[in-house]
């Protein structure tokens, strides 16, 4: 039994290598590749976010998950420059247009850095609330403060596996609170992220294992809601990136 999945397994990944050979790599060569995708650093302290996320999280999280995608895509720019030829929100929203053998790596690893990048920036905060334009749409659209914890809350829990919960953002401010699996990023459908939350387990196993609600109700006290003031007032005017 052993050997037969093991055969399985060795086919299936010479199938998908043949298909793409970046997955001939390991992912130690991955991260180590260099090109023109840099992992961002961490705006604070790996531990500034405790006790809510603990350090080693945010240290395996951004230090290897996040490098990893950095990786795959400085080895994918190599034969697909195009991937690094325009900023990555663009990349994503033109996801359809790009060569179909690219379209896995700029889907998992273009929406996996781009997911993480928004997420470090948008915490290391002290949680509380939102002020001005920002927490009148959210009394607006998402039926305020209270009522958009719940929701974004449940949605993340409501997500089976891996992925995101967002409040997405369009150019009039107007707020919408959705959810993407793996690492699917909004802008891949034409919207753009104002904030999200990762819910994969490697987000929060390490603290709060199976616990995602646990999870989901602490994070609210790091979020840095001046760092989304300012993503909200970006995409009103134009600006806004990944
Ligand atoms: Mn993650």
């Known amino acids: 039994m052993i050997a037969i999945t093991r055969r399985r397994a060795l086919f299936g990944a010479a199938a998908l290598a043949s298909v793409y050979p970046i997955l001939r790599s390991s ?13 961002p650093a961490l705006p604070y302290a790996p531990e500034a976010n405790e006790p809510s996320i603990d ?15 950095i990786g795959n895509l400085n080895a994918a720019a190599k034969d697909f420059p195009q991937i690094a030829a325009m900023p990555m929100h663009q990349v994503l929203q033109k996801i359809g247009e790009m060569p179909e053998a690219v379209r896995g790596v700029i889907r998992n690893s273009g929406g ?45 829990v409501r997500v089976f596996g891996s992925g ?58 790091i979020v840095n809601w001046q760092a989304i003031e300012t993503r909200y007032a970006a995409a009103k005017a134009g600006t806004l990136g990944i």
């Open 164 to 221: 995101w919960v967002f409040v997405t953002v369009d150019a009039t401010g107007k707020l919408a609170l959705t959810s993407r699996p793996n690492q699917d990023n909004p802008r891949m459908d034409g919207q753009m992220v104002l904030m999200g939350n990762d819910v994969w387990e490697h987000a929060y196993y390490l603290k709060y294992q199976n616990r995602r609600a646990d999870y989901l109700t602490g994070w609210w006290n």
């Open 112 to 156: 996996g850095h781009a997911n993480h990048a928004m997420f470090w920036t948008i915490m290391g905060g002290k949680g509380g609330e939102p002020s001005g334009d920002l927490a009148a749409a959210i009394t607006r659209d998402l039926g305020g403060m209270e009522k958009m914890k719940t929701d974004f809350n449940a949605a993340g």
């Open 55 to 69: 350090k080693m999280t945010m240290e395996i999280h951004h230090g290897r998950h996040h490098a990893a995608f």
């Open 27 to 39: 992912p130690a060569l991955a991260q180590a590749a260099a090109g023109p995708f840099s992992l």
